[in-house]
């Protein structure tokens, strides 16, 4: 499985992105999918993550109310919609998938990564 993801960028606190993760390489329903983060000189954290075939859910309690993940398994894309975004939320986010199509918060669960998209957000 192969992992792109985009979709980041420089944002004033309130703002909205929207993150995109197009996979390619195995049938999308068939792996569960995370996105993570990491801000520097800190450790990667979950932010959210979905079922193959996206009808749970997981959420960290920074994302909760703020963030939303969905995917399209017919064009093999799983989207981070990011929502009042604060400055605390500045990191690199990657994508991540997991063989199996159940939701996963371990970074060690996830098989395949993609490159990082960097999210900036200014106070």
């Known amino acids: 499985v192969q992992l792109q993801a985009s979709g980041g960028g420089l944002v004033q606190a309130g703002g909205s992105l929207r993150l995109s993760c197009a996979a390619s390489g195995r049938t999308s329903s068939d792996y569960g999918m995370g996105w993570f983060r990491q801000a520097p000189g800190k450790v990667r954290e979950v932010v959210a993550a979905i079922s193959g075939s996206g009808e749970r859910t997981y959420y960290a309690d920074s994302a909760k109310g703020r963030f939303s993940i969905a995917r399209d398994n017919a064009e093999n894309t799983v989207y981070l919609q990011l929502n009042n975004l604060k400055p605390e939320d500045t990191a690199v986010y990657s994508c991540?998938?997991?063989?199996?199509?159940?939701?996963?918060?371990?970074?060690?669960?996830?098989?395949?990564w993609g490159q990082g998209t960097q999210v900036t957000v200014s106070s």
């Open positions: 991540a998938a997991k063989l199996g199509s159940g939701v996963s918060i371990m970074a060690g669960s996830y098989a395949f």
